[in-house]
């Protein structure tokens, strides 16, 4: 079983639809849950940032941690044809320890 | 402040060459990772850096070398390549320490193609 699952997708949307992106992982230590966004050819960048259980808001952006399912979520609500990236959880322990990636989900939003 | 760069964008190698890729940051950052990305496998840490000085083996080392040149630089070497290295290297930093997770920056990337 790999550490960290992510269903990768793609995930074609109309615009304006809400999303959810979705990650189960199987590490109890995992407590700093992110989000990059990755658009095509270029580097992966952070985009949300949870610690331990609850959700986090970010304008259209919600991200949602249950540890006790060791489930993450991201929504995105009124997406944009901007939104079309894929998607990568990257939950992990902390320090300069190793973060574990998961394998991104591809969103294409159509206008 | 230019974040993280990288050198070369592309390269093309042939079985059994060898080569560096360059990576540096100017955000002062601790920590500097290399990762490699390919289809249906995510990003698989290679080696990290936690400090100027110091390296460590990720997920998928065999293959690779790396140098913490000094704070900013770490390069990774491929004294052999190899079909199966194609992939996208990606250099990233952190300002991580023992306490807390802090974000990691990545560069644009590298597109190795290994023939």
């Known amino acids: 079983q790999k550490e960290v699952e992510q269903d990768p997708g793609p995930l074609s949307v109309p615009e304006g639809a809400i999303v959810s992106l979705n990650c189960t992982y199987s590490?109890?230590?995992?407590?700093?849950f992110m989000w990059y966004r990755q658009y095509s050819r270029k580097g992966p960048e952070l985009l949300m940032y949870t610690y331990s259980s609850g959700n986090k808001e970010d304008g259209r952006f919600t991200a949602q941690v249950d540890k006790s399912s060791k489930y993450i979520s991201l929504f995105i609500r009124d997406s944009q044809p901007s939104d079309s990236a894929t998607y990568l959880c990257a939950p992990n322990s902390g320090g300069y320890q190793k973060v574990t990636f998961g394998t991104g989900t591809k969103l294409q939003v159509i206008p | 402040n230019a974040g993280v760069t990288q050198t070369p964008k592309f390269q093309v190698l042939k079985t059994g060459q060898s080569m560096t890729l360059q990576c540096a940051q100017d955000?002062?950052?601790?920590?500097m990772y290399w990762y490699r990305q390919d289809p249906g496998m995510g990003l698989r840490l290679i080696y990290y850096?936690?400090?100027?000085?110091?390296?460590d083996k990720g997920e998928v080392p065999n293959g690779y070398n790396v140098s913490r040149l000094n704070k900013r630089e770490f390069s990774l070497r491929l004294e052999s390549a190899a079909p199966s290295q194609t992939s996208v290297y990606f250099c990233?930093?952190?300002?991580?320490?023992?306490?807390?997770?802090?974000?990691?920056?990545f560069g644009p990337g590298t597109r190795l193609t290994v023939t």
């Open positions: 955000m002062n950052h601790n920590s």
């Open positions: 850096s936690a400090s100027e000085g110091t390296t």
């Open positions: 990233a930093s952190s300002a991580a320490d023992l306490r807390i997770s802090y974000e990691q920056y």
């Open positions: 590490n109890s230590a995992f407590q700093y």
